[in-house]
């Protein structure tokens, strides 16, 4: 098995790297589109060893991302799975992301493999995606196997660990309430690169204004949605084509937008003795400080939103994508990757997730070092998942 592994190369693709004298395997390569039950076409490749029906499927995807060529794709193909990496119809389109309609896309995905010859359909989740497969799984049963690797503990539950509750006004990316922010000198910043040292006590009341903004986000979200709903309801009763009931279909039919600022801004990311792992200083999505990605205007987590694509997403209060709710309800064998030095997933959040699968075959590993990408440990990060897989599939 592992001389598949260490010989899988994805077939002129430079992405993902690979030593130069390694053999080629003849991997096949198969351009998707499905059509889901509700009208609309999802894209993403099918990866298979050349020549064999694999009896074992397994679907990639992510929210918004695109899997089709993610890096546990030749790898696991060239293990002798087939390996379907695809986009959900949010590809690229964070604003107005459902997750329910993202596992409609998962569950038109898992029925297409079936529908192919595989026996056996693994959901695999790495990031993002962990959350959304899982949801899929506890909402349709279409998977045989769960497999989280680096997986969000939910996108909501991931927002409010790293939106600013400094922010006073929504309106104004500027507006700072000063004990709460954690770039202020006076509650323990540091300029980069120095660590940071926050008070626990500050901390404590820091997590709860966290989850207090994603509070009144929400309500601004569900006043929206309220207000269009009675504009509609208005519009019934009224004259058709009168001035009132153009004015009311007007205001049912739009839709705006909310603007989240300032989402980069957990203290762990520069505070090193909270929560220890082998996590380096910053995040994944700082370049390098996270100070100056916190209020960068062309970039930012959940930056622009319908109010239903945040209630859906990034809401830890209204979101059902969230693993404490839907592992419970995973029942399928299980196996979680844990990477060590992930900047933005705690061990005990994986370790808790592991707690709660309601499978009676859960495994779990921590990649010692590995980073949210696994970069560097991406090979036995894949020998896990084959082995694993291996002694449940054919």
């Known amino acids: 098995m592992s001389d598949l592994l260490e010989t899988a190369r994805p077939l002129g693709m430079s992405y993902w790297p690979l030593p130069e004298d390694a053999p080629d395997v003849d991997l096949d390569r198969e351009?998707?589109?499905?059509?889901?039950?509700?009208?609309?076409?999802?894209?993403?490749?099918?990866?298979?060893?050349?020549?064999?029906?694999?009896?074992?499927?397994?679907?990639?995807?992510?929210?918004?991302?695109?899997?089709?060529?993610?890096?546990?794709c030749p790898l696991l193909a060239a293990a002798g799975y087939a390996v379907l990496g695809f986009a959900t119809r949010y590809l690229n389109n964070d604003a107005d992301c459902l997750h329910e309609k993202c596992v409609v896309d998962v569950e038109t995905a898992a029925a297409e493999m079936r529908r192919r010859g595989a026996d056996n359909v693994v959901l695999f989740g790495n990031s993002g995606g962990g959350s959304l497969m899982a949801l899929a799984q506890a909402e349709t049963g279409c998977g045989d196997a769960w497999v989280g690797v680096a997986a969000h503990p939910g996108e909501g539950v991931f927002m409010e660990q790293v939106i600013d509750p400094s922010v006073a006004d929504e309106s104004d990316p500027h507006s700072v309430v000063p004990e709460l922010d954690m770039y202020d000198p006076r509650n323990g910043w540091k300029p980069w690169p120095e660590p940071s040292s926050?008070?626990?006590?500050?901390?404590?009341?820091?997590?709860?204004?966290?989850?207090?903004?994603?509070?009144?986000?929400?309500?601004?979200?569900?006043?929206?949605?309220?207000?269009?709903?009675?504009?509609?309801?208005?519009?019934?009763?009224?004259?058709?084509?009168?001035d009132e009931w153009r004015d009311a279909r007007r205001r049912?039919?739009?839709?705006?937008?909310?603007?989240?600022?300032?989402?980069?801004?957990?203290?762990?990311?520069?505070d090193p003795t909270i929560d220890p792992d082998d996590r380096p200083l910053g995040s994944l999505f700082a370049f390098p400080d996270p100070f100056e990605a916190n209020y960068f205007g062309r970039f930012g987590l959940a930056r622009v939103m319908t109010p239903y694509g945040w209630l859906s997403t990034w809401s830890s209060l209204s979101s059902a994508a969230k693993l404490a709710d839907t592992m419970p309800k995973v029942t399928c064998p299980v196996l979680m990757l844990h990477p060590t030095a992930d900047t933005e997933i705690r061990i005990w959040q994986a370790r808790e997730a592991r707690d709660r699968a309601a499978s009676d075959d859960v495994t779990y590993h921590e990649l010692e070092g590995a980073p949210h990408y696994l970069e560097g440990h991406r090979r036995p990060g894949m020998e896990i998942v084959v082995n694993w897989l291996r002694a449940r599939f054919q």
């Open 31 to 72: 351009a998707i589109r499905l059509l889901t039950p509700d009208g609309v076409l999802v894209r993403g490749m099918l990866w298979t060893p050349a020549g064999k029906p694999p009896k074992t499927a397994i679907i990639l995807a992510h929210p918004r991302g695109d899997f089709s060529v993610h890096y546990a």
């Open 252 to 270: 049912g039919l739009h839709t705006p937008y909310l603007t989240i600022y300032r989402t980069l801004a957990n203290p762990v990311y520069l």
């Open 198 to 242: 926050y008070d626990r006590g500050w901390l404590e009341n820091y997590r709860a204004a966290q989850r207090e903004r994603i509070g009144r986000i929400d309500e601004i979200a569900r006043g929206a949605i309220s207000a269009a709903d009675d504009a509609r309801k208005r519009g019934r009763d009224l004259p058709k084509g009168s």
